[in-house]
């Protein structure tokens, strides 16, 4: 059963929405690249939004979009290794980071904690 209906989707049981997605998009001079994302198992999607307002809930309100056809989109995407279609995500995680490395002590920090040790030893 469809979850959502559209004014302009005659078949309520399609796998995709009729008419244009909201798509993430990076700009980059006089071309637009679209962003590609990875599923939680790690396989490459293409994302598409419904409306603006749930992509700018989901990926931020600075993050620019174009509006393309769920076909274009497979089309652009499927020769990048990106075959799935996912539509309204509603969890997304920030980047991994790396853990902060502790700085190290002062070399001679190290030396006079060396040289304690040596003397409680003997």
């Not at 399609?14 to 700009?27: D, F, Q, S």
């Not at 990048?80 to 001679?108: E, I, K, Q, Y």
């Amino acid at each position: 059963m469809c979850l959502f209906q559209y004014d302009d989707d005659p078949e309520p049981e399609e796998r995709t929405p009729a008419g244009l997605l909201y798509v993430p998009a990076r700009p980059g001079g006089a071309h637009v690249t679209v962003r590609l994302f990875r599923t939680p198992l790690g396989a490459r999607t293409a994302v598409g939004f419904t409306g603006p307002d749930r992509l700018a809930a989901t990926l931020g309100a600075g993050q620019p979009w174009i509006r393309l056809s769920a076909a274009a989109l497979r089309a652009m995407a499927e020769p990048l290794g990106a075959a799935l279609l996912t539509v309204d995500p509603a969890l997304t995680a920030p980047a991994a980071a790396p853990a902060p490395v502790a700085p190290l002590p002062p070399r001679a920090a190290v030396g006079a904690a060396a040289a304690a040790r040596r003397e409680g030893a003997s």
